[in-house]
């Protein structure tokens, strides 16, 4: 059973940093690229930023590009979002995605003085 | 930045064909998936590459793509489809990914 796992969202002050995870498990994590996406709250989904398979190739979304990093960790089974310079407008649902198809249940973070 | 449109809310009756649209100017060259988010829950991918249905979705939910306009339809929908619906798509040169704005079945 294909499994994703987000953690390490939490309340952080503006311009203050968090590093979310995503473990996965059940399939063959090495051969498929990877996204996050945020959801504010009551509002709808944004895309946030996707990695490749082999972590070769990159992109962001417009509104978190220089602040945000994402990463992976074919060895551990493990997606990565370091977020650097958190804005209050930041402040949402994280999930991590396989593909197209799978999500995980996500974690909130909230940036918040 | 490129942006995919749905209309905000869409309404039908139990047992009515439900259509949910999106535009987007990638769409001719790049597929469109679509996601049904219940209140509280992730999302789930109900069409994927514009036509496609996953295992396990009732084949009541179907769709089409032509031009710049994506479809979502639900032939018979039920109350236990209201949610709400988003369209998903890349750009059109890289994998930058892309959601419409949502839109919101009800069935009543």
């Known amino acids: 059973e294909v499994q994703l796992v987000e953690s390490g969202g939490g309340l952080v002050q503006p311009g203050g940093s968090l590093r979310l995870s995503c473990a996965a498990s059940?399939?063959?994590?090495?051969?498929?690229?990877l996204h996050w996406v945020r959801q504010a709250p009551g509002k709808g989904l944004e895309w946030v930023s996707y990695?490749?398979?082999?972590?070769?190739?990159?992109y962001y979304a417009d509104s978190v590009k220089g602040r945000f990093t994402i990463s992976r960790d074919n060895a551990k089974n493990s997606l990565y979002l370091q977020m650097d310079s958190l804005r209050a407008e930041d402040t949402a649902v994280y999930y991590c995605?396989?593909?197209?198809?799978?999500w995980g249940q996500g974690t909130l973070v909230t940036v918040s003085s | 930045s490129y942006e995919l449109t749905q209309p905000p809310s869409v309404s039908v009756s139990p047992g009515q064909t439900a259509r949910i649209t999106c535009s987007g100017d990638?769409?001719?060259?790049?597929?469109a998936y679509w996601y049904q988010q219940k209140s509280g829950q992730a999302p789930v991918v109900v069409i994927y590459?514009?036509?496609k249905q996953p295992s396990g979705i009732p084949e009541r939910f179907s769709g089409s793509s032509s031009g710049t306009m994506a479809t979502l339809t639900i032939s018979g929908a039920q109350v236990e489809d209201e949610a709400d619906y988003y369209c998903?798509?890349?750009?059109?040169?890289?994998?930058?990914?892309?959601f419409g704005g949502g839109t919101k079945l009800t069935v009543l």
């Open positions: 990695i490749s398979n082999t972590g070769s190739t990159i």
């Open positions: 998903y798509s890349t750009d059109g040169s890289t994998n930058r990914g892309v």
């Open positions: 590459e514009d036509s």
């Open positions: 995605r396989r593909y197209f198809d799978y």
């Open positions: 990638a769409l001719p060259k790049k597929y």
């Open positions: 059940g399939f063959t994590f090495s051969t498929f690229e």
